[in-house]
């Protein structure tokens, strides 16, 4: 069984830091990108960042440029999500997901649960 499991939110100030992770079982870790996704109240689900786990290219969105970065521990098929200099438009719930790759939540198959981070002003 395919699972994915999203740990790290919090609360934290505007300007502050968070580490995400997502501890992934189930598949072969090494033939699948992890990608971790947003979504704020009223919006629509937005890709923030994915890593392949077989090469270890990354992808950010623009708006998290120099302020996230997503590594991954393959020896504990792990991926996390280093934010710093949290903004309030960073509030939403995260996810983590296996798929093809790139920011296209389309393209991604299996989902974790979703952990709340909310950024204080």
């Known amino acids: 069984e395919v699972q994915l499991v999203e740990s790290g939110g919090g609360l934290v100030q505007a300007g502050g830091s968070l580490r995400l992770s997502c501890a992934a079982s189930g598949f072969t870790f090494d033939d699948y990108a992890i990608g971790w996704f947003r979504q704020a109240p009223g919006k629509e689900r937005e890709g923030v960042s994915c890593?392949?786990?077989?090469?270890?290219?990354?992808y950010y969105a623009d708006s998290v440029k120099g302020r996230f970065t997503i590594s991954s521990d393959n020896a504990k098929n792990t991926v996390y999500l280093q934010m710093n200099s949290l903004k309030p438009e960073d509030t939403a719930v995260y996810y983590c997901a296996s798929g093809l790759g790139g920011l296209d939540p389309i393209l991604y198959d299996y989902w974790g649960q979703g952990t709340q981070v909310t950024v204080s002003s």
């Open positions: 890593i392949s786990s077989s090469d270890g290219s990354t």
